[in-house]
Nanobody, 125 residues
Framework: QVQLVESGGGLVQAGDSLRLSCAAS????????MAWFRQAPGKEREFVAA????????SYADSVKGRFTISRDNAKNTVYLQMNSLKPEDTAVYYC??????????????????WGQGTQVTVSS
């Protein structure tokens, strides 16, 4: 089992940047693929970005491609989401998730077994 704690959310203006962090504890970090999902009010939780256990393969939702970057530091048991050129439509609670280690960075919610508590990101226009 793994415990996940997100941090780094906040209130920013459109065009600003934020970096989210997710610290993992429990089982060895490299036994998990990691991902970020987000959920806006009244909407379903949606995929944002994923990275495989080794950090060598990533995947992004079309809506964030070119603006967001997912990375991981396996020595620090931490995954990051660098968010640049933020837009009001990026406003949501962002969740970190851990799933079974695969070479492919999976994008489906059902592939992830462990979730953090979420961190709020609000982008004003």
């Amino acid at each position: 089992q793994v415990q996940l704690v997100e941090s780094g959310g906040g209130l920013v203006q459109a065009g600003d940047s934020l970096r989210l962090s997710c610290a993992a504890s429990g089982r060895p970090f490299t036994t998990y693929n990691m991902a970020w999902f987000r959920q806006a009010p009244g909407k379903e939780r949606e995929f944002v970005a994923a990275i495989n256990w080794a950090g060598g393969s990533t995947s992004y939702a079309d809506s964030v491609k070119g603006r967001f970057t997912i990375s991981r530091d396996n020595a620090k048991n931490t995954v990051y989401l660098q968010m640049n050129s933020l837009k009001p439509e990026d406003t949501a609670v962002y969740y970190c998730a851990a799933g079974r280690a695969l070479w492919i960075p999976n994008e489906k919610r059902d592939d992830y077994n462990y979730w953090g508590q979420g961190t709020q990101v609000t982008v004003s226009s």
